[in-house]
Each structure stands twice: as C-alpha cells, then as structure tokens.
C-alpha cells in the first residue's frame, strides 16, 4: 500500500489550528484551563478531576462548560 504525502496546506492549516487553541486555552483562568486539560488530554471524568482538585463536581463541571463555550466563540470569531 502506498501512502501519500501529507498535504502541507492543510497541515499549515492543522497547526495554525493547533496554535490558535493553545492561544485561547492559556488565557483561560488557571484552574479552569487546567479541568479541560485533565477532561480532554488526560481522559479524566469530572468526578475525577473534582476529586483531584478538591472542588465540587458542580464547580468543575461550569468550569469545563463555560471553558468550551469560550473555546468555542473565540475560534469562531478567529475563523
């Protein structure tokens, strides 16, 4: 099986993504920034990550949503 080369405009595409991301996820308030990275890069569930953090599971669940809602808006508003 032969398998292509990637095509570099969509992986300059892919990694101006990728940046605009970790743009908008650093300027995240801290404890938040950090649940959305337990949920989304470590896997963890949001008991879990209430757990880990010591923060009701209320808490941490408004943290992650509000986090993706603004995730959201601002690659939205980027595009």
Same mark, same amino acid.
């Given at each position: 099986?032969?398998?292509?080369? /990637?095509? /570099? =405009? %969509?992986?300059?595409?892919? *990694? #101006? !993504? %990728?940046? $605009?991301?970790? #743009?908008?996820?650093? %300027?995240?308030?801290? !404890?938040?920034?950090?649940?959305? =990275?337990? @949920?989304?890069? =470590? &896997?963890?569930?949001?008991? =879990?990550?209430? *757990? #880990?953090? $010591?923060? /009701?599971? &209320?808490?941490?669940? #408004? ?8 995730? !959201?808006? *601002?690659? *939205?508003? @980027?595009?």
């Amino acid at each position: 099986m032969i398998c292509s080369a /990637p095509n /570099p =405009e %969509a992986l300059a595409q892919q *990694e #101006s !993504r %990728a940046a $605009s991301v970790r #743009s908008v996820l650093g %300027a995240l308030p801290d !404890r938040q920034r950090r649940a959305i =990275e337990l @949920a989304y890069f =470590e &896997g963890m569930t949001h008991s =879990e990550i209430a *757990e #880990s953090m $010591s923060e /009701p599971l &209320g808490t941490v669940k #408004s943290w992650i949503r509000n986090g993706l809602l603004r995730l !959201r808006q *601002e690659l *939205e508003a @980027a595009s």
